[in-house]
């Protein structure tokens, strides 16, 4: 039976099933929960025969393509603060939830200011945050993650439908199935700025690193960022400075998986930058210049089906 458990704030690192082991996960930080906790805790089955590996061929794009669909199509604009983001937060959450994974909300603030072509109100935004598996602590674990929220006005479907519907591709391929490290899937919010300055910027990605524990910090092996992920013929991968391990290893899991790449340094407009500033390991997938960024016409047929494939593709290859 799956449960799914409001956090207030911090959140619980759950792993994904490993190539060697029944499933094991990385520490977490304590969460408070605004619902009542479970009288128990199911535990995984053991199985005396491992789940396969998770390959890039185990995408379906037709999951991606219905997400951006959904979000932009019929959702629509969501800032971070309103009621059409908790509305995306809370779809989001159950398709998570039908994947097989267990999902709990990462609650924090954020402030009122002008996000890109008009004002958004102050208010608490969340984190939607999915695991898998029972608690290992100090493991080395991964996390891919994609901002759900858009700026005023835009429907957001390249802006970052296309990444939320590739994590959500990401979760179904790896439902019942193993990855090298435990994986943690977490759908952002706030993420688009409220201001001029660095810090007017990537509130959901903050509060998440806010709230690790050093274990955890100590353990991430890599963080990435899909944003704007749906347009173009190569998939750009980007750091905030020259590259480095955690870019080589995207570029050789592309490579892996029959996907051509650029490198894009100096990369700073994602959530990854929220691990790097902070000392963590982080990359970004995506970022192809197109014309109606943060516009009312980022809409579904803006989004190419392709691209998608090539970036589940790719993640899958380097979570596998």
Known sequence: MRRVVAAVAGLVLLSACTADDEPEA????????????PSTTPSPTPS?????RVRPDDVRVRTAVA??????????????????YLRAAGWVERELVGHGWQV???RFATPGGYSWNGPVEAGPSV???????TPRPGRPWLLVGAHLDTVVAAPGAEDNASGVGVLLAVAEALDGRRSRLPVVLVAFG??????????????GSRAYVASLAPAQRRSLAGMVSLDRVGVGDVLP????????ALTDELVAAARSAGVETVLDPFQRSSDHWSFVRDGLPGARLGSTPYAAYH??????????????ERTARTVLAWVG
């Open 190 to 203: 706030s993420e688009e700025p409220r201001g001029p300055g660095d810090d007017d910027h990537h509130f």
């Open 127 to 133: 984190n939607v945050v999915a695991t898998r598996g």
């Open 237 to 244: 991968v980007g750091t905030p400075a020259e590259p480095n």
């Open 26 to 37: 990385t520490p977490s930080p304590s969460a408070t929960s605004s619902a009542p906790a």
């Open 48 to 52: 005396s025969t491992p789940s396969p």
């Open 295 to 308: 516009d009312e016409t980022d809409t579904p047929e803006v989004v190419q089906r392709a691209q998608l």
């Open 104 to 106: 709990e909300r990462q």
């Open 67 to 84: 997400a951006v669909q959904h979000l932009a199509g019929e959702i629509g604009p969501r800032p971070g603060t309103s009621r059409a």
